[in-house]
């Protein structure tokens, strides 16, 4: 059961590993983007195996989807920064797919490639 103080402690820990993300992973070149987004994706006790496998495969289809593929291109700059990590709790936060540009279809679906090829 998830008291305040649980709440609150597991809000830090959600917080920090979002920014360690982005402290740990500066480009030796920053390109200008639309969006820099960071899936995080929880798998703590309350995700079994078979709900993590389909949040990843969800994932996985949304990047590569048409539709926010042209979505992306459509933007300001035609491009967004997008990483993937899971987290479950102070005890695992685990970067899986690190920074990439997504520009077009190719990127999204090397992206969703590497997602998708992991353990």
Known sequence: MLT????????????????LCFVAMVPA???LVD????????????I?????ALQ???????ITDPKVVR???AGRRGRIGLAYFEWAGDHYQRLLVDWAMIHDAASAKRFANELASLP
């Not at 305040?4 to 920014?19: F, K, Q, S």
């Open 56 to 62: 990843r495969q969800g994932s996985v289809k949304a």
């Open 4 to 19: 305040y103080n649980n709440m609150e402690r597991l809000t830090a820990i959600c917080i920090l590993g979002w920014c």
């Open 71 to 73: 979505t992306i291109k």
């Open 29 to 31: 070149r920053a390109e």
């Open 48 to 52: 079994d195996d078979e709900e993590a």
């Open 35 to 46: 969006l820099e987004l960071v899936l995080a994706v929880d798998i703590s006790g309350s």
